[in-house]
């Protein structure tokens, strides 16, 4: 079973800044099947991307993804308030497959 | 819009049957999505369950798939999970969501419920 591994664990940041997120797969997958979401207390994941670098309904365009093979990431361009937060990515492919353990994005 | 509400017991005893139940309103269950019980813990993180068609044909986690059962009842508009033999490790929050048309990630969610295995 592939492994997803993010880092950092905690991203101290202050709004207006950039961040960067890394997913890193125990082995190569499809970028067609790389997704992320963002979770914030005592609500449900939401999604923001899929398929490695495309935007869900209504995420701004703030929010980039890239990579490939192993090495995926999450860009946040510009901080904005409201996107602190813990992020998680997720590869699936013919089932739901696994979800990283999350990066908190702290103020 | 389509949302979806979890409900059930928030409280479990050990050894016994964890059963819940997800509502989908301003939409049909009957519909080309598939629709997954997921959850989380902080110990594991999230994890799926079990997914579903309305038509039926379920798949489960291979890590649960001996103590899991999922359905869904068209007439009610209700996705249905039952969890047996629990344990401690099996609380969490639980989730459902629906899967998208493109691929097995997650475009919906509900806001989930928390369920404690406790005696």
Redesign the interface.
């Known amino acids: 079973e592939i492994v997803l591994t993010q880092s950092p664990g905690t991203l101290s940041l202050s709004p207006g800044e950039r961040a960067t997120l890394s997913c890193r797969a125990s082995q190569s997958v499809s970028n ?2 790389l ?1 992320w ?1 963002q979770q914030k207390p005592g ?5 923001l991307m ?2 490695t670098s495309t935007r ?2 209504g995420i701004p365009d703030t929010f980039s993804g890239g990579g490939s093979g192993t090495d995926f990431t999450l860009t946040i361009s510009r901080l904005a308030p409201e996107d602190f937060a813990v992020y ?1 990515c ?1 590869h ?6 696994v ?4 990066t908190k994005v702290e103020i | 819009q389509v949302q979806l509400q979890e409900s059930g017991p928030g409280l479990v005893k050990p050894s016994e049957t964890l059963s819940l139940t997800c509502t989908v309103s301003g939409g049909s269950i009957i519909s080309s999505f598939y629709w997954t019980w997921i959850r989380q813990t902080p110990e594991k993180g999230l994890e799926w369950i079990a997914y579903i068609y309305y038509t039926g044909s379920p798949n489960y986690n291979p890590s649960l798939k001996s103590r899991v059962t999922i359905s869904v009842d068209t007439s009610k508009n209700q996705l249905s999970l039952k969890l047996s033999s629990v344990t401690a490790a099996d609380t969490a929050v639980y989730f459902c969501a629906r899967q998208s048309h493109w691929g097995n990630y997650f475009d919906l969610w509900g806001r989930g419920t928390l369920v404690t295995v406790s005696a």
């Open positions: 067609s099947f997704a979401y609500q449900p994941p939401r999604l899929y398929a869900a309904t998680y997720q699936y492919g013919n089932s739901p497959g979800f990283g353990q999350g």
